[in-house]
């Protein structure tokens, strides 16, 4: 039996799917482990094979695709615990880095914090040398600048070396000079230089971008490499891929290069999860949910395609790497509610992730979260968490809801958890909206997509604020993100800055610069392993009117020259992307093109998902029994059936309120919500009208 894998590991459970060769999906949760992420994950590999009837050797063995989301990179840069770093620049532009641009999340907000500089000023050299505007060495390297410069490193203990000299997208001879002399003197140090990180206009983003892949390298580089030795020496025989930020996977060793496009590891699978099933359920227009233990992901799939940002901020870190238009916020299972200085009631951002976890795990916790108010509102089982795998503690969880929400508030438990499950609730909504509302999208025409373990519990209230009157629970929604890198092609992105105005543009240096870019890319492609014909090669153009700041990326035809009657269509396919993005064009203007990205993708053989027949409406067979709940706009509670969603059969039917269970999910049929069971075994919810 041949099987694939997708493994997430999340702030408070690490999530498995495994599809077999018919098409059935199976699913495995268990704690993340924080201080060794590989513990968890391997945790879920054994109850893999365990499932299967095997040993993981022989587990390892029967995969032919194994893929890993991972938030290594992301933590690391967001606690701030990356490597000791240091920055050779051109002499005189030690200070871009902390200058920035300028941009502020808050304009009104004066005294708004930024984040500290990954590298402190004393670890930024310059050196002598210097490239202009038009590629040529005007001042040539120093080399002995570069050698003192790794001598004050070594005397620093920094353990990796970033490296972005002035135009060096147009020419990287002094970098590629400059890494061959660092490699001499540290040679155990990470080194990331800006012409192979970013290769690209724009001298603050493109230093910004290779300090952080230099900062999160190290430690991803140790983590990545030796979990892939353990997993090649414990049986897998094929590749070991990691999720991107770009919606694809890589190999290891190319995630380790490209540290930094890992960033959105974990989240990225989960938009491609929301992809996957715009095609398979025909719904064009899907907005997709996560809702972890620690965080809220949320990503608007339009006419069954995501937007990609060519960059993005992480951490208050400019990272200018091509990532999917995800809006996250700290809002989850683990989110820990508080009361704040002026007697409010607050709900997150920080959260209990797996250690401690929330109070009712009873591993030490002593804040009450969202899963604590969910199991005091009795939309959870206490007997049934993770399939009775794993017992939580009701009166502890109440007891913490008491002492630090209830009582100083002056009201009961159940109306302090109902408090708890209100504003996550708005907070969740929010985020939707800015993906949607502030995108210009009406959420009335999209259907909500529920994934991860706790949004299930949410999503119809999460609905009702935004308009939506549909909402979708996948058959694997507790581990959307594993399923969704199953779904995932190798994808490599290359960039050029290819400056060029429209009208006037010379097609033969265009269509030069065009052929270099994808000879460049397609070897990559192929040392991933990529047959030649599976790859195919996707041209886009970041373009703007002349003299505006920001750029539009737009797709222009490939797999040809471009030719006099392609600059029209790429002008109307610009004019049009820049409308629905600001609401006006203005085709009279001319158009100025920036950079030319190329998008390497190899495809994977995946197994597909199969319908099953449609059967009765009657859901009796899978009722379980019946609890009392308590929802926020009614008063005291409400005796629901409760079912088990394994013998649920599609074509099922069960009126709201009610509970619908599994090992690793719970939905909440809310009132004036009917759930009904698809040929493909989600649980569809629709609003009554």
């Known amino acids: 039996m041949k099987l694939r894998m997708g493994v997430d590991t999340g702030g408070t459970f690490t999530d498995g799917v495994v599809i077999d060769e018919n098409g059935a999906i199976h699913n495995f949760k268990e704690l993340s482990t924080p201080k060794d992420p590989s513990i968890g994950l391997y945790n879920v590999i054994r109850k893999a094979a365990a499932h299967f009837g095997r040993d993981v050797k022989g587990f390892l063995g029967d995969l032919d695709f194994f893929a890993h989301g991972t938030t290594v990179a992301t933590n690391t840069l967001l606690t701030g615990t990356g490597a000791c770093t240091g920055l050779i620049l051109t002499k005189g532009f030690r200070d871009t880095l902390e200058m920035r641009r300028a941009h502020k999340e808050n304009i009104w907000d004066l005294y708004l914090p930024v984040a500290p500089p990954l590298v402190p000023r004393r670890l930024r050299i310059g050196v002598r040398e210097r490239i202009d505007c038009t590629g040529r060495v005007v001042q040539p390297l120093e080399e002995q600048d570069v050698r003192d410069a790794c001598a004050i490193f070594k005397r620093e203990g920094v353990k990796a070396v970033a490296v972005c000299t002035l135009f060096s997208f147009l020419n990287d001879a002094h970098e590629k000079a400059i890494q061959a002399i660092v490699r001499e003197e540290m040679p155990e140090a990470f080194i990331s230089i800006s012409s192979e990180v970013l290769s690209q206009i724009r001298e603050y983003e493109r230093m910004s971008t290779t300090v952080a892949n230099a900062y999160v390298g190290p430690r991803l580089t140790v983590y990545l490499s030796t979990l892939e030795r353990k997993l090649k020496n414990d049986g897998l025989s ?181 408090g708890v499950f209100r504003i996550i609730n708005q907070s969740m909504a929010d985020a939707t909206k800015v993906v949607s509302v502030q995108r210009g999208h009406d959420p009335r025409e999209y259907a909500l997509v529920s994934a991860g373990g706790a949004c299930s519990i949410h999503a119809c209230k999460i609905a009702e604020e935004v308009g939506s009157t549909t909402v979708i629970v996948p058959r694997a929604a507790s581990v959307f993100c594993a399923l969704g890198m199953l779904e995932s092609d190798i994808r490599l992105d290359t960039l050029k800055t290819c400056h060029a105005v429209i009208p006037g543009i010379d097609l033969a240096e265009f269509n030069r610069i065009i052929a270099q870019a994808e000879k460049q890319a397609l070897a990559e492609l192929l040392q991933e392993g990529v047959e030649r014909e599976r790859a195919r090669l996707v041209r886009h153009l970041d373009m703007r009117y002349v003299g505006q700041h920001h750029e539009v990326s737009v797709e222009i035809p490939s797999g040809c020259a471009i030719e006099e009657m392609h600059i029209a269509i790429i002008s109307d396919a610009f004019h049009k992307a820049h409308e629905k993005l600001y609401t006006y064009a203005t085709p009279e203007n001319p158009q100025e093109i920036m950079n030319l990205r190329i998008t390497a993708i190899g495809a994977v053989d995946k ?80 609003a009554r009208p």
């Not at 649920?648 to 919500?673: D, S, Y």
């Not at 759930?675 to 989600?682: K, L, R, S």
């Open 607 to 686: 197994t597909g998902l199969y319908a099953h027949p449609i059967g009765g409406a009657d859901p009796s067979k899978a009722r379980k029994g019946a609890r009392k709940l308590r929802f926020q706009d009614s008063e005291g509670c409400v005796e629901a059936p409760v079912f088990n969603r394994d013998r649920l059969a599609p074509g099922n039917r069960i009126p709201g309120p009610a509970v619908i269970e599994e090992r690793i999910t719970t939905i909440v049929v809310h009132p004036g919500w009917d759930a009904q069971v698809d040929a493909f075994e989600n649980v569809v919810m629709e």
């Open 238 to 418: 094929r590749a070991f891929y990691i999720t991107a930020s770009n919606a694809g996977v890589m190999t290891a060793d190319t995630a380790i290069r490209h540290a930094s496009a890992t960033l959105l590891s974990g989240p990225a699978a989960g938009a491609v999860g929301g992809i996957f099933f715009a095609e398979l359920l025909g719904r064009g227009n899907l907005i997709t949910m996560d809702m972890g233990g620690t965080s809220f992901d949320v990503t608007l799939v339009s006419e069954g395609n995501v937007t990609l940002s060519t960059e993005g901020s992480i951490a208050g870190y400019r990272i200018a790497k091509p990532m999917i238009d995800i809006n996250t916020i700290g809002a989850g299972g683990g989110s820990i509610a508080w009361i704040d200085a002026g007697g409010m009631l607050k709900v997150g951002p920080a959260s209990a992730g797996s250690d401690p976890g929330p109070v009712c795990y009873d591993l030490g916790g002593e804040k009450p979260t969202v899963t604590d108010a969910n199991l005091l509102l009795g939309f959870l089982d206490k007997d049934y968490f993770l399939g009775g795998e794993m017992k939580v503690n009701e009166t502890r969880a109440r007891a913490a809801m008491w002492k630090v929400i209830a009582d100083p508030l002056g009201m009961s438990v159940e109306q302090a958890a109902a």
